[in-house]
């Protein structure tokens, strides 16, 4: 293939030369200045057609470590749920319409899936609704796949 030109050289020691200071001014911090600490996490996993995770879940940034254990694909909306709302189970009877702005959408999750989502939530109710249709026309929430948790 040959040897690139010369001035790929010059480019190439030009970023590796940037990139070396970049690194070094990254790593100056002052010895006793303690790293903030790693947001709390809570393991949600899906299946057919339920979600398994905590009743309540810390204020603030949390990571959802997610997992599908089912044989179906799942996918979720995380949506705030208003103060004096019916329990989710009876809001996924019914039109979604009705909810707020969607604080998290996830996207589909196949069998055996692993995935990690960061939010930042505020003290309340909280509703998951897995929205893939099956075959039947239905969605998955309609089936049952709409859970909630509190924020305190």
Do not use: Q
């Amino acid at each position: 293939m040959g040897r690139p030109p010369v001035y790929w050289n010059r480019v190439w020691r030009r970023a590796v030369a940037t990139g070396m200071v970049v690194v070094a001014a990254s790593g100056c911090t002052r010895a006793d200045t303690p790293l903030p600490p790693s947001p709390p996490s809570v393991a949600l996993d899906m299946s057919e057609y339920r979600f398994d995770h905590p009743a309540v879940v810390p204020r603030g940034r949390v990571v959802f470590r997610i997992g599908n254990s089912g044989k179906l694909l799942h996918r979720f909306l995380l949506v705030p749920v208003p103060p004096g709302a019916p329990p989710v189970a009876t809001l996924a009877k019914g039109r979604l319409g009705s909810l707020p702005n969607t604080i998290a959408s996830s996207p589909s999750y196949p069998p055996g899936a692993r995935a990690g989502l960061a939010v930042d939530l505020r003290p309340g109710r909280y509703g998951l609704f897995c929205i893939i249709v099956d075959d039947d026309r239905m969605f998955h929430f309609e089936k049952g796949m709409a859970s909630e948790f509190r924020v305190r």
